[in-house]
Nanobody, 124 residues
Framework: QVQLVESGGGLVQAGGSLRLSCAAS????????MGWFRQAPGKGREFVAA????????YYADSVKGRFTISRDNAKNTVYLQMNSLKPEDTAVYYC?????????????????WGQGTQVTVSS
């Protein structure tokens, strides 16, 4: 089992940037595919971005493509989400997820390990 802790959330104005981090401990981090999801008030948890275990493949939701970048540093057991050109509709709690393959970390309902989430608020 892997334990995940997100950080880096906060309040930012529209057009600004934030970088989220997700630190992992437990089983070998480099063996996991990783993903980011978000959940706005009153809405379901939605996929944002994912990255393969090697970092060689990345995937994005259409709503964030071109603005967000997912990356990982396996030496630091950390995955990142760089968020640029933020919009008020990006406001949500952001969660990271670890899974055995890309399918697990691109689907909210599938099995996997979740962090506790970090709040991102974008003001207009």
């Amino acid at each position: 089992q892997v334990q995940l802790v997100e950080s880096g959330g906060g309040l930012v104005q529209a057009g600004g940037s934030l970088r989220l981090s997700c630190a992992a401990s437990g089983r070998t981090f480099s063996s996991y595919a990783m993903g980011w999801f978000r959940q706005a008030p009153g809405k379901g948890r939605e996929f944002v971005a994912a990255i393969s275990w090697s970092g060689g493949n990345t995937y994005y939701a259409d709503s964030v493509k071109g603005r967000f970048t997912i990356s990982r540093d396996n030496a630091k057991n950390t995955v990142y989400l760089q968020m640029n050109s933020l919009k008020p509709e990006d406001t949500a709690v952001y969660y990271c997820k670890a899974g055995d393959n890309i399918m697990v970390v691109t689907t909210a309902q599938s099995s996997g390990s979740w962090g506790q989430g970090t709040q991102v608020t974008v003001s207009s």
